[in-house]
């Protein structure tokens, strides 16, 4: 099939050759993505967005070097005509034919491009990418997701929303996270907060939104203590997520907070927004504006002038929704519970926060190893009775340990409980008690109240088997598994929870 001249150069050839071998490559890779489901990240990495980088550069070289030939032909000719313009005669053949291929290619050219813009869309979108392409970086983050309630939420609709302007940021964001992977510049662990993150009423409340009514809720937890016998300590409580009518919208409870009437503002000493020295409370209807300061934590009026404030969203509570790291007492007694660790084993839960706590974490495989021996040295040294006699549920406990410390602590990232704390609860991180810690006043003597019973109350709370019970509409006074006198009343429970790690 004849050609124009122009065509036959070595430029337009290499481009031809790129590009053929380009379309063979994404053919092929999308037919083993096709035909084998459980394909990796990087095929469809591969298929939408490296491989057509070349296929559309070797389409572009074919033109740039006829254009070049061109010029080189009319050079050694030494024609020179006005009109710079190539004539295109459709009664040679060698023109009609480059116009069919041309004709044809852009719009096979067109096809592909539209098909591959359209998958590359939802490729760079998915759980898959997000997840698994940055997996040094990404693992413990998508570990964690994998395990929480939102684990059939893709990442987007958390992280970017709908709307093109979000899409362009997070992708222009993406490039520099690539940068910072491929030279190794990044942080371990990823620090936090995120700050251009998309607000969460743009995000979050697209389903959990602030006029939908939030009931109370009961949840029972069980706990083990560290004592020989796993003593199973059990509580329950009445979350007042939110009012105890439906018709009370979201007058009171927890939920309070998102209250579209009400503006919650808050100045942070720390970008960790650990430290709330400062608090501002706005009536949306009538005006009212309360100033809550810190009478412990002190801010100077300089400072809080010159500082920046925040206005309080869900992720101020629900800082951790989709990436939590449980404590080891949490996930110890979780794994007791489940009956996956046998909580008639004695010892053991003192056995698993002992080896959990201790090891230097360096890496994953040497720290799994030092769990596996700090068990069964503690074992065969203290207790060799029940080491002779127990091997089996002791291998089965080591083994539910490791697993459970896989899916929280990510050495290798420096990622856990440790440096994410939770600000949900008060038990092991402040949390609420960032604000609701009594020492929170305004000028007209307001206090922000540390009354637990202002979000929960107990309704049950003992040893198994031997729980006390709240009357209906009634709550229970807090009882200390250990005692420790009123110390629990004159000081925050993360003092000696968060002491444990």
Known sequence: MKLPRSYYNLLS????????????????????SFFFEKSNSYLGLFIY??????????????????LAEMRRRKKRVQVYLKNEWPVIDLNVKKYRNAIIIFSIGTLMFLLLTGLGSYEAFHYTE??????????EVMKPEYTAYQNSPHAQVTCVECH???GVGWYVRSKLSGLHQVYAVTTNNFNRPIETPIHNLRPARETCEKCHWPQKFYSRQLRYEKHFLSDSMNTEWNI???????????????????????????????????????????VKYTNLETGEVTVFKDTVDTMEDSQIASSATREMDCIDCHNRPSHHYSTPADFIDYSMTT???????????????????????????????QIDSLIHEFYKEKKPWLYSTKLA???????????????????????????????????????CFRCH???HISDNGKTISKDCNLCHTIVEQGKDGHETFAPLNSSLEFVHPKDIGDEWKKSLCSVCHRNLY
């Open 393 to 431: 549920e002791i291998d089965k406990s080591v083994e539910e340990a490791k697993l459970q410390f896989s899916k929280n602590v990510f050495p290798e990232m420096k990622a856990s409980w440790d440096v994410y704390p939770d600000h949900i609860g008060h038990k092991t991180y402040n949390g």
């Open 236 to 278: 329950g409580l009445q979350m007042k997520i939110g009012p105890s009518h439906s018709a009370f919208g979201l007058a009171e409870g927890i939920h309070w907070h998102i209250n579209p009437k009400v503006k919650i503002e808050y100045i942070s000493k720390e970008d960790n927004r650990e430290e709330i020295p400062w």
């Open 49 to 66: 967005i490296i491989v057509p980088v070349f296929l559309v550069i070797g389409l572009l070289l074919i033109p740039i070097g006829m």
């Open 339 to 369: 009956g996956s660790i046998p909580k008639d084993l004695h010892f053991i839960k003192k056995a698993t926060m002992k080896a959990l706590v201790e090891p230097n974490r360096k890496t994953t495989d040497s720290t799994l190893m």
């Open 160 to 162: 970017v929303g709908s």
């Open 13 to 32: 050839f290499i481009g031809t050759t790129i590009a053929g071998i380009s379309l063979f490559t994404i053919a092929f890779l999308f037919v083993i």
């Open 126 to 135: 998915s759980v898959e990418f997000c997840g698994t392409l940055c997996h």
């Open 437 to 439: 810690n009594d020492t």
